[in-house]
């Protein structure tokens, strides 16, 4: 009986053999189309599954689409998911633009864009006290540690930003030595950001930014029925509630207990932005620049949330070292207290 494998090595034909039944035919992904990918790369990239890119691309689209297709422009799905990248990884933009065939300024461009159309939805998506009733965000803050008609956690967060230049540099040097925006927010019990003030150099102290916030100004005038809970960084008013300073074991430990626990719900918030956006870790951009980058992840933030897209895991968020403020109002003491003594 001849041998098939003659004239060439057995081990070597049987190898042949197997690789062609084995062979996957090559599938070729239209490179202008950065959803033709699956769904565990689109999620890894943007943060956001497909058809969460497909909602942003729909919201967007009128304000962010090229009028004309000269030059090969950008198609919507490229420019938002540019702008997603950049968001969720913050890395250097040339670092984009060469994984997606682009020049540093065309990935510039398509950021900047982006950006700029989602601040235009920060009354749509940014609203206080929430999306739902007043009632219920007080009986969802009430669930978590018993504290009363809370209807919001406020607390502000540093952005760190380059050195900018000219006479302001020193105004965003923060109490760390570093520079940055000092970016205040307010959360309801979900996760939702319901205020973002993003505005003041790294060196303003909290409590200025929430006495020049226009929040501040509603609250004075009576506007809403409800508490606000900060941290010692703040005073404590007749709609703001902040910790005993020194508490007495009883009644007022428990009350700063359960202030903690509710007020968590802020620093939360802080930990799932900065993981989901990771350029919120640090931004190489000037200060107005940055401040319009923190308002669209703001915006993007609440839009995964609502969307019930994937939570990154957050690690544990160093502590912010504050200074306390003992400024408190005579009103403000007497609300905390009355406050002790009929619920804790």
């Known amino acids: 009986m001849s041998c098939p494998f003659l004239r060439e090595q057995p081990v070597a034909e049987g190898a042949r053999i197997i690789r062609r039944a084995f062979q996957i035919n090559r599938v070729l992904r239209d490179r202008q189309d950065p959803l033709a990918q699956p769904e565990s790369v689109i999620v890894e990239r943007y943060c956001f599954s497909r058809e969460g890119v497909i909602y942003i691309m729909n919201l967007l689209e009128p304000h962010i689409k090229c009028s004309t297709q000269r030059s090969w422009a950008l198609t919507t799905a490229q420019t938002v998911c540019i702008a997603l990248r950049f968001f969720a990884s913050g890395t250097f933009l040339y670092t984009i633009g060469d994984a997606e065939n682009l020049v540093k300024s065309a990935v510039c461009r398509a950021i900047r864009k982006v950006y700029l159309a989602l601040k235009q939805f920060l009354g749509v998506f940014v609203v206080f006290p929430s999306h739902l009733r007043p ?19 406020i607390d502000c967060t540093h952005i760190l930003i380059k050195a900018p230049p000219g006479p302001n540099e020193g105004d965003f040097v923060n109490r760390k030595g570093v520079h940055s925006v000092n970016v205040q927010m307010v959360c309801d019990s979900m996760f939702h950001i319901t205020n973002v003030e993003a505005k003041w150099p790294g060196s303003v102290h909290d409590s200025r930014i929430f006495r020049g916030s226009h929040l501040c100004t509603l609250f004075e005038r009576g506007d809403f029925d409800g508490i606000l809970l900060g941290d010692r960084g703040y005073a404590c008013r007749q709609y703001f509630m902040t910790p005993f300073p020194d508490p007495n074991p009883g009644p007022q430990t428990r009350y700063n207990a359960a202030l903690a626990r509710t007020r968590a719900r802020i620093e939360m918030t802080f930990g799932q932005l900065k993981e989901r956006f990771q350029c919120l870790k640090s931004l190489r951009v000037a200060p107005d620049r940055a401040c319009d980058i923190i308002v669209a992840c703001a915006i993007l933030h609440n839009i995964a949330t609502i969307r019930k897209e994937r939570i990154p895991v957050v690690g544990v968020q160093p502590d912010d070292d504050l200074q306390p403020v003992h400024l408190d109002q005579p009103s403000g003491r007497a609300a905390r207290d009355r406050i002790v003594e009929h619920h804790f």
Do not use: R, S, T, W
């Open 135 to 153: 009632q219920v965000v007080k009986q969802n803050f009430f669930a978590i540690a018993g504290f009363p008609n809370v209807i919001g956690a």
